[in-house]
């Protein structure tokens, strides 16, 4: 079995860009270095500044509960700036009408 790679790829829809999601760091820390905007605050998982969805994908939280509540979860909102890519990545783009 080869080493996992480090990354996985990100994109944002519809037309947004794309980006290397790493592993081991933020979704919205990955956004950044790929040259990409997205909008934050506290980069903590309280403010929900950052709020977005996951057109498709996985990701994981190191946090027990982000702010999210049980619903959002469901419908796949995500809080870029505490999630950590597990597959590649879709977000919705945030600014999209
Ligand atoms: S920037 Fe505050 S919850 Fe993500």
Do not use: H, N
Not at 22 to 37: A, K, P, Y
């Amino acid at each position: 079995m080869s080493p996992e790679i480090p990354f996985v790829q990100g994109r944002i829809e519809p037309d947004g860009g794309s980006f290397d999601a790493w592993r081991e760091q933020s979704l919205l820390d990955s956004l950044e270095q790929g040259g990409l905007q997205w909008p934050s605050s506290c980069r903590s998982g309280t403010c929900r500044t950052c709020i977005g969805k996951l057109v498709s994908g996985q990701v994981r939280y190191e946090m027990d509960w982000p702010g999210l509540s049980a619903e959002e979860l469901a419908e796949a909102y995500v809080l870029p700036c505490v999630a950590r890519p597990v597959t590649d990545v879709v977000l919705q783009d945030p600014w999209a009408d």
